[in-house]
């Protein structure tokens, strides 16, 4: 019993003081400048009133498709295995050809493993085309929130506004938390677009590992240490 003591700690999301993660979450009720929005209007890829199962009005993709009923399903079967899954080089592979990307450059090998880790219900470490139309989905949410403030197309956006976008998406986090999140993603000064999805996955992620455990919407909740460690060492 005493071990069992030893080996759980409680994450508080009240006090903002002892944020772990980003874990409070709420409807974003502002505007970003530059940005048309109408006010209480969430921008695509919020989190609030998201399912479990799916991701801020995305639900997890069902069914069985084929190349003339999704186009999708043409870049996907093209690198997956004789199990219908891919695998991270796969999915890098895969993102590559499908050019969501667009006129970035494409995602990193350690992007695409997160994204992986993001939807890998089953932990198998590779995804099914069912996670990938949802990846599909929350990726085109992505990108159009980056473009909306990239306005050069450089590929890069200010500190700032990396900030911005999080506080814009529904996350509701502390200054200290945000600082440690610009300076994790941040290279000479600005966010590349490969950087900003890679945090948008684990924001995600985690706040998802949170809310299953968050029965009482309370914003705190006691984690087994094992626990912890599969979350955050998957990502």
């Known amino acids: 019993?005493?071990?069992?003591?030893?080996?759980?700690?409680?994450?508080?999301?009240?006090?903002?003081?002892?944020?772990?993660?980003?874990?409070?979450?709420?409807?974003?009720?502002?505007?970003?400048?530059?940005?048309?929005?109408?006010?209480?209007?969430?921008?695509p890829g919020a989190v609030p009133n998201m399912s479990y199962a799916g991701y801020s009005g995305y639900s997890a993709y069902?069914?069985?498709?084929?190349?003339?009923?999704?186009?999708?399903w043409i870049y996907f079967t093209a690198v997956a295995g004789q199990d219908g899954e891919v695998d991270?080089?796969?999915?890098?592979?895969?993102?590559?050809?499908s050019g969501i990307s667009g006129t970035y450059s494409p995602f990193s090998l350690?992007?695409?493993?997160?994204?992986?880790?993001?939807?890998?219900?089953?932990?198998?470490?590779?995804m099914g085309f069912n996670e990938f139309k949802e990846l599909w989905a929350a990726l085109n949410a992505w990108k159009q929130n980056f473009m909306m403030i990239d306005q050069d197309r450089s590929g890069t956006?200010?500190?700032?506004?990396?900030?911005?976008?999080?506080a814009a998406m529904g996350y509701r986090l502390s200054p200290q938390t945000l600082a440690a999140i610009v300076k994790r993603y941040s290279k000479n000064g600005r966010i590349?677009?490969?950087?900003?999805?890679?945090?948008?996955?684990k924001l995600r992620t985690?706040?998802?590992?949170?809310?299953?455990?968050?029965?009482?919407?309370?914003?705190?909740?006691?984690?087994?240490?094992?626990?912890?460690?599969q979350c955050t060492m998957a990502i």
């Open 1 to 43: 019993m005493q071990n069992a003591k030893q080996n759980a700690f409680t994450c508080h999301a009240l006090d903002p003081d002892t944020w772990c993660f980003p874990c409070q979450y709420g409807s974003y009720s502002g505007q970003m400048p530059r940005m048309q929005m109408a006010v209480r209007q969430p921008m």
């Open 62 to 72: 069902s069914g069985t498709y084929s190349a003339a009923a999704d186009p999708m």
């Open 88 to 97: 991270a080089e796969e999915l890098q592979m895969c993102l590559m050809h």
């Open 110 to 126: 350690e992007t695409c493993r997160i994204m992986i880790s993001m939807l890998d219900r089953d932990y198998t470490g590779k």
């Open 157 to 166: 956006v200010e500190l700032h506004a990396l900030t911005q976008v999080i």
């Open 192 to 201: 590349f677009f490969d950087d900003y999805v890679a945090c948008c996955v």
């Open 206 to 229: 985690l706040t998802d590992f949170f809310r299953r455990r968050d029965n009482m919407q309370q914003g705190f909740v006691n984690f087994v240490y094992d626990d912890f460690l």
